[in-house]
């Protein structure tokens, strides 16, 4: 079974930065992890803080077995509903197909593209506003 984390915090943020393929993330980044068996299977980053939004990054070591409907609910928990965030932001490079079937089974939507901001691609903008995400209860869905 997977277990949630929240210590070590620069740990996760170089472990997920590795994965993304960041130099690192935004000096007010936050995160948690998701471990098994004592190992990191994943990382959730939030960074980019305004009033109604932050980015969301989720980093992973390929597998399957980290994603969990308890994840999610945390994963969109500690944005929408502790904040009280409007929304959340996903910046994804066009070449990760994977990372971006990802996000849109989640339920990110388009909402723009970024054509040259990275040396070799450019990034999607894609976003989630709390009032359509499936992940956390109704009542805070406002």
């Known amino acids: 079974m997977a277990e949630i984390v929240y210590d070590n915090i620069p740990e ?5 930065a590795e994965r993304i393929g960041l ?3 935004k000096a007010d980044a936050k995160a948690f992890g998701v471990k098994r068996r004592g190992e990191l299977c994943a990382v959730i980053v939030y960074d980019s803080f305004s009033e109604c939004d932050c980015n969301m990054h989720v980093a992973s070591d390929g597998s399957h077995t980290w994603l969990s409907r308890s994840v999610l609910i945390q994963a969109f928990g500690y944005p929408f509903v502790e904040l009280n965030m409007r929304r959340v932001t996903a910046l994804i490079p066009e070449k990760k197909a994977d990372a971006i079937r990802f996000n849109e089974h989640l339920g990110f ?11 070799d691609d450019d990034i ?3 976003g989630m506003l709390r009032k359509e995400c499936r992940f956390i209860p109704p009542e805070y869905r406002k």
Do not use: D, S, V, Y
């Open 23 to 25: 130099r690192r993330f």
């Open 109 to 119: 939507k388009l909402e723009g593209r970024c054509p040259e901001a990275m040396p």
């Open 12 to 16: 996760m943020l170089a472990w997920a």
């Open 124 to 126: 999607q903008i894609r």
